[in-house]
């Protein structure tokens, strides 16, 4: 067997390893951010074969999902009650005229690696703090970092929102691109009067920081691309072919 020992061809193979390090490194990272589509942490449901006797556990109240009205893509109306609809506000709503509370606005990633970058996930909530029920419209959209409007969603029916009640609205916003910074938005657009209290519309605000993995991965192959051919040519100045013979 043949062993090629010539320098020129070590540092080349340095190069090349080199730049599989950091490229392996950036999918992992990436591979791993999808993956963790669940930030609470993972669903475990265990079945018993057999009859045991157990006491029936007292009901506890659960968050109600809810199409809106009429329906909208990606948008999902959810009525919490007791805890759930206390965390669901936050702890410093803000109150229109005592008429209504909202929250702020909630936004997460689910990124992807590709040049569409995944989605960005947008909470909102609303409490009728009287006895009427009535109806307002939400609006959702997006800015990226040079304040250009990349997804919206207009005129989203919050329709009949009984008193007492609170619900949450969830908008996803798919493939908003590689961008590392969003402004997020949202605008409630309650009736003009409910009884005989005047409202206005309300904007809440959140900025999302994500990494342009998409842009890190090409700048690394751009680097390590540079770096072998660069390697290739100061190996070949410096040190001509047929300095190294093989071993046998």
């Not at 909470?123 to 009287?130: E, I, M, Q, S």
């Not at 919050?158 to 691109?177: F, I, P």
């Not at 072998?228 to 047929?242: E, N, S, W």
């Amino acid at each position: 067997m043949t062993v090629l020992t010539t320098f020129p061809q070590r540092r080349l193979l340095m190069a090349v390893l080199c730049t599989l390090v950091p490229l392996i490194a950036l999918l992992g990272v990436s591979v791993s951010a999808q993956a963790t589509d669940d930030p609470d942490g993972v669903g475990l449901t265990v079945g018993v074969v057999g009859s045991t006797a157990s006491p029936t556990p007292s009901a506890t109240p659960s968050p109600t999902a809810r199409p809106s009205t009429p329906a909208v893509p990606g948008v999902t109306q959810t009525t919490a009650t007791g805890a759930a609809a206390t965390d669901a506000l936050g702890a410093d709503p803000v109150s229109l005229a005592g008429v209504l509370a909202v929250s702020g606005l909630t936004a997460h990633a689910n990124q992807s690696p590709g040049p569409g970058g995944g989605d960005v996930v947008l909470d909102f909530t609303v409490k009728n703090l009287t006895t009427t029920p009535f109806t307002s419209s939400v609006r959702f959209w997006v800015d990226n970092a040079v304040g250009l409007q990349i997804r919206s969603v207009d005129d989203i029916p919050l329709a009949d929102l009984v008193g007492g009640e609170t619900r949450t609205v969830t908008v996803t916003l798919t493939d908003v691109g590689q961008w590392s910074a969003f402004n997020t938005h949202v605008t409630l657009t309650p009736p003009e009067t409910v009884g005989d209290t005047a409202l206005s519309p309300v904007t809440r605000d959140a900025l999302l920081l994500v990494p342009p993995y998409f842009l890190l991965i090409v700048l690394s192959l751009l680097g390590g691309v540079y770096a072998v051919a660069r390697y290739a040519v100061l190996t070949r100045r410096f040190f001509p072919t047929g300095l190294g013979e093989p071993l046998s």
